[in-house]
């Protein structure tokens, strides 16, 4: 710009209009200014928003671990009551089953108890009767070696007295035979009549027996030595869906699949020869080809002839 050739007026209006740029470039300085400001203040208070969130967070963090700490412990706590629970069941199923199995045991020693009382009974009616026997053979053999001395001291005397007396002798013999005979048929009658009441007894317990069983809503069965069953209760006729009937005397080998029949069959032998008790989880495949885990009790026992015999008890 020559400023040498403006006049005046002219450099006044260009330096007005220079102070004027420049006022409104200072303006425009403030007002950026002033924006910066408020963009600053807004960064800090964000910032500060952004460290009370990363606080909150690193806060939220711990409870979240901490949280997840208590819910291990409680979950292990859990696990460990389960585990507890599950071994406090185990133990009961097995005195249900060793109180199961001493019952019967009670019941069978109850039984061969009152079978010995009755034979001891009937043992003692015919000690009685022979004692009696001998008594009176005693007092026959008293007579008879009284009668032998009398008549060895009285051979003198006559004939007709002797037959007299060997008559009578003979009538006595005869009488004495009837009196036995009626005394074996009175103690025949006897015996009989407490025989009925012995078997009607043995029967009514029997009836009882059967029904403590058949009131366990469990399996139970007693098998002989050949895997037999000999007694079973209305649980297990349940679980087969077969009659009584068809099961005693029978293994149900054939109603059920080959790996569970050898498995089965052989825990019967292990316990028949060790005698040991013996518990195992098995499957049992019943009518229908449902296939069902039971966990079994076995033992062994002897009746008082020293027959083996199974007992056995599942729990589904």
Not at 159 to 184: D, F, M, P
Request: charged share 35%.
């Amino acid at each position: 710009m020559d400023i040498q050739n403006k006049t005046k007026e002219e450099l006044i209006i260009i330096l007005q209009e220079l102070l004027q740029e420049n006022n409104s470039l200072r303006a425009q300085k403030e007002k950026r200014a002033a924006a910066l400001s408020i963009a600053n203040i807004e960064l800090e208070y964000q910032n500060e928003e952004k460290e009370k969130r990363a606080e909150e967070l690193i806060i939220a963090n711990v409870e979240l671990a901490f949280q997840k700490g208590e819910k291990g412990k409680r979950v292990a706590e859990l696990i460990t009551a389960n585990i507890e629970l599950d071994i406090q069941n185990d133990e009961k199923r097995k005195r249900a089953a060793e109180l199961i199995i001493a019952n019967v045991e009670l019941a069978i020693q109850n039984e061969e108890k009152r079978n010995r009382a009755a034979a001891l009974v009937i043992a003692n009616k015919e000690l009685t009767f022979q004692i009696r026997e001998k008594g009176k053979r005693a007092t026959e053999l008293i007579i008879a070696n009284k009668e032998l001395a009398f008549q060895k001291g009285e051979k003198g005397k006559r004939a007709e007295e002797l037959l007299a007396n060997i008559k009578i002798v003979i009538q006595g013999e005869e009488n004495e035979k009837l009196a036995t005979e009626l005394i074996i048929a009175n103690l025949a009658l006897v015996l009989q009549e407490e025989l009925i009441e012995a078997k009607e007894k043995a029967e009514r317990n029997e009836n009882y027996y059967n029904t403590i069983i058949n009131k366990i809503g469990e399996p139970i069965f007693v098998k002989d030595d050949q895997s037999r069953l000999v007694l079973v209760n209305n649980a297990f006729c349940k679980l087969f869906d077969i009659s009584r009937s068809k099961i005693i005397g029978k293994t149900l080998a054939e109603d059920v699949s080959p790996d569970e029949r050898d498995s089965f069959l052989k825990i019967d032998r292990e316990v028949f020869t060790d005698g040991l008790e013996n518990i195992n989880e098995e499957s049992i495949t019943v009518r229908g080809g449902e296939t069902r885990m039971f966990l079994t009790n076995k033992n062994r026992f002897f009746d008082k002839n020293g027959t083996k015999y199974l007992i056995g008890i599942s729990h589904d």
